[in-house]
């Protein structure tokens, strides 16, 4: 019974364990309203890019958070110091380059946590609930579990060939054949392997299955839906009625 209590302890941050559908809808609001521009972007944009950052630091991906960081203090210094002394194509190549990543990059940042903080079963319950159809509750939930096992599979080639001397510095083409026909083959049999285990799981069985998680929406979870739905209506707003 200790053993079962200790499968079944949830230890993540509170961020990590909001309800899935908070998660995706957090996804669509930021990526798409940073797309988007406004006369209050420069404003959504920095306040949108702090928090897609802290939730990196909810399931303790700092290292990912550093580099984050250090990309975006790049962009900004390009943007403020770069951009204004260039012209024609140069500047062009410029402003789309910092334009593209710094409005995009907070969007991933938030897909990668969603990808990453979710468990499949918290997602297939959330899926259920939403009364979508297996046909693609089954791909996605695959999906949820294909990405973390290829990063994982990738750490481990990346430290094998590091610990043989292959690296990009040194042997370029080498590092990227070694690094990449391996992940081709693991891709191929880990999507299988997690295929074979869901149906295994009957997650494809016409009969409602049972769970135990419990997926509710929570305090935060209706905080951050007051918020998405203020950051909705600032968005149409300015989509109909700017000038």
């Known amino acids: 019974m200790?053993?079962?209590?200790?499968?079944?302890?949830?230890?993540r941050n509170v961020f990590a364990k909001l309800d899935p559908r908070t998660k995706i809808l957090l996804t669509i609001t930021i990526s798409t309203i940073l797309i988007s521009s406004g006369s209050s972007q420069s404003i959504l944009r920095i306040s949108l890019t702090l928090f897609s950052l802290l939730l990196l630091l909810s399931i303790n991906k700092r290292s990912l958070f550093i580099k984050c960081v250090i990309t975006f203090i790049v962009l900004f210094l390009i943007q403020k110091w770069v951009v204004p002394h260039t012209h024609g194509t140069v500047k062009f190549i410029f402003l789309g380059f910092v334009g593209i990543f710094m409005n995009m990059l907070p969007g991933f940042?938030?897909?990668?946590?969603?990808?990453?903080?979710?468990?499949?079963?918290?997602f297939i319950v959330a899926m259920e609930k939403m009364k979508l159809p297996r046909n693609?509750?089954?791909?996605?939930?695959?999906i949820f579990r294909?990405?973390?096992?290829?990063?994982?599979?990738?750490?481990?080639?990346?430290?094998?060939m590091k610990m043989r001397g292959i690296t990009f510095l040194h042997h370029f083409l080498k590092g990227i054949e070694y690094r990449l026909i391996p992940l081709i083959i693991s891709v191929v049999q880990i999507g299988n392997d997690l295929s074979f285990t869901a149906m295994t799981r009957g997650i494809d069985t016409p009969h409602k299955r049972?769970?135990?998680?419990?997926?509710?929406?929570?305090?935060l979870d209706k905080l951050l839906f007051l918020i998405i739905l203020c950051l909705w209506i600032v968005y149409f707003k300015e989509k109909l009625f700017s000038d």
């Open 146 to 160: 294909f990405f973390p096992t290829i990063a994982e599979e990738y750490k481990h080639i990346n430290y094998a």
């Open 210 to 219: 049972t769970n135990i998680c419990n997926i509710q929406f929570k305090v």
């Open 2 to 11: 200790k053993l079962v209590a200790n499968s079944l302890n949830d230890d």
């Open 109 to 122: 940042i938030v897909g990668y946590f969603t990808l990453f903080s979710t468990k499949v079963s918290e």
């Open 136 to 142: 693609i509750i089954i791909p996605i939930s695959v």
